[in-house]
């Protein structure tokens, strides 16, 4: 266990080193003093208690960069340094804000002061999110004006520094403005092969009447323990679309929330996972309608491979108030091993009368006729795997509405999968 003193003097010298604003440091200190009292957050089913899931490794600037093509509207960053930042003259006209959180910090502050973690995540949740804040070391901001409509992207590629021993902590502040409507894609991944550990905070603050496409890809490496918490805040009429494609190689907590708040909100989710090797992840997903008329949507669909764990659970809460609200989930795990475990938990707590609420939830294997009628085509047993693979993942992925981002997921579930079934070979 690392020295309390010497990793808030580290804080300290990091905070200084990044000419953060005192209020920022005020908060980092209250942060650091709040988290002894707090503890971690209880997920149904998923016990990573026992796990290092809390960065306790000293805070220091990365001094690593990865060479990738800045395409336009594009930020790039690796550990907490920026290495491109690409806007187009369009969002520049527009006054569409994109940079990094020591920017963000001195720049933009009245902004960070009224959204960062005071709506969609509360900074005094649990211990999770007090070291969060605590620790943080870097990230970015967008803000999307109010009735600013973009018709291309925003692509973002994040990538942990793990060459160094040292953990990952970053943020993500996303807000889109009054009937403002924006898609934006964010590519997580891992360089080095340290062992450590990842805290990961992205909120998303959708005000009245704005559209949000979310999709993310996460490909965190196998010796990073991560806790990814996606959170949208959604006032009147706002719409986040979330398609999530969880294919890390290392043990993950994924907390995925949207408070629906305003009436007539929407948040559509969409997960895909996968799991290999002994990897565990845990998926808890959740849509809480507190406005009227609000709709939760939940689809998430995961496969296990060789001796690894999947659970996903999906939680849908209407609170007394929301009447005429739709809550509606389903859940459903594909097992391609006798050895792997997998737990498909619904879960729907309803508060009011005069709403809509479904769910549905399966764990299961491989259908074998399936199988055999792929291999009598002159298949091999692992092509034909993925095939049915790609079945099983059909209704997510076809459920995506941006072309690139399902190219993309598909591409890189391939990989995932290729490399799943290697590592089973290997272990037999």
Aim: proline share 2%; charged share 25%; glycine share 6%.
């Amino acid at each position: 266990m690392i020295d309390l003193k010497l990793l808030e003097q580290s804080i300290i010298d990091f905070s200084n080193l990044k000419q953060e604003p005192e209020w920022f440091q005020q908060l980092r200190r209250d942060a650091f003093v709040k988290k002894t009292l707090l503890v971690l957050p209880s997920f149904e089913k998923i016990r990573y208690q026992k796990w290092p899931i809390i960065p306790e490794k000293l805070i220091k600037e990365s001094e690593e960069f990865v060479s990738k093509k800045s395409d336009e509207n594009t930020f790039i960053q690796v550990g907490s340094r920026t290495v491109s930042l690409n806007i187009s003259e369009e969002l520049k006209e527009k006054h569409v804000i994109i940079c990094d959180w020591s920017t963000a910090l001195v720049e933009h502050a009245d902004l960070i002061k009224k959204y960062f973690m005071t709506k969609a995540v509360k900074w005094d949740s649990d211990l999770l999110t007090a070291t969060h804040l605590a620790q943080l070391t870097g990230g970015l901001f967008i803000y999307v004006p109010k009735n600013v409509v973009l018709d291309n992207p925003i692509t973002t590629y994040l990538t942990q520094d793990a060459w160094d021993n040292q953990d990952y902590v970053q943020h993500v502040l996303i807000v889109a403005a009054e009937n403002s409507q924006f898609s934006y894609l964010e590519n997580r991944s891992t360089v080095g092969d340290q062992t450590t550990t990842a805290n990961i905070i992205v909120e998303v603050i959708a005000e009245a009447n704005s559209h949000v496409k979310f999709a993310g890809v996460d490909q965190l490496g196998e010796n990073t323990t991560a806790y990814i918490n996606r959170r949208g805040y959604l006032l009147d009429n706002a719409k986040i679309d979330w398609s999530i494609g969880l294919l890390n190689d290392g043990n993950i907590i994924g907390d995925f929330d949207s408070d629906l708040i305003g009436a007539g909100s929407h948040a559509d989710v969409k997960v895909v996972a996968i799991s290999t090797g002994n990897q565990i992840q845990g998926i808890d997903t959740r849509v809480t309608n507190y406005g009227k008329h609000s709709i939760g949507q939940i689809l998430q669909h995961g496969v296990i491979l060789s001796r690894s764990t999947l659970t996903f659970n999906g939680i849908g809460h209407i609170i007394k108030g929301a009447k005429g609200a739709n809550a509606q989930q389903e859940s459903r795990v594909l097992m391609l091993s006798t050895k792997a475990r997998g737990d498909a938990n619904p879960i729907l707590l309803i508060d009011e009368n005069d709403v809509q609420a479904g769910h549905a939830a399966s764990v299961g294997r491989v259908n074998q006729e399936q199988l055999y009628y792929l291999m009598s085509r002159g298949l091999h047993k692992e092509e034909a795997e993925r095939l049915v693979i790609r079945g099983f993942l059909g209704p997510v992925l076809t459920a995506i509405p941006a072309v690139d981002v399902r190219e993309r997921l598909i591409e890189t579930i391939e990989g995932k999968l290729i490399n799943g079934q290697k590592f089973e070979k290997v272990s037999q």
